[in-house]
């Protein structure tokens, strides 16, 4: 395999990773703006506050649980599982 050929290969990775990283705060940002506050009314805080921190929670959230797709995919896509820990993923699951 020569250099030209794979270097369109290696854009095509990186363009992947950049679709997993902004959809998971794409997704985190939104569902921290839409989704509704929970509020018992005894805080003292501003709204915005709440809404930070909600924004702040989805998006880590979101993030934490895509960053095990690329993995996996990678390995489908090599048809080989090297690089991927059963037990890693099974704690982080738990």
Not at 7 to 12: E, L, S
Not at 43 to 53: A, G, I, L, N, Y
């Amino acid at each position: 395999m020569d250099e030209r050929s794979a270097a369109p290969q290696a854009r095509c990775h990186i363009r992947k990773e950049h679709v997993w990283v902004s959809g998971a705060l794409l997704v985190g940002i939104t569902a921290g703006l839409v989704l509704p506050l929970e509020d018992d009314g005894g805080h003292k805080e501003p709204e915005w506050c709440f809404r930070v921190s909600s924004l702040l929670g989805w998006t880590y959230f979101c993030a934490w649980s895509v960053s095990f797709y690329p993995q996996v995919v990678l390995n489908c896509e090599r048809q080989s599982v090297v690089g991927l820990s059963l037990d890693y993923q099974l704690l982080n699951f738990v």
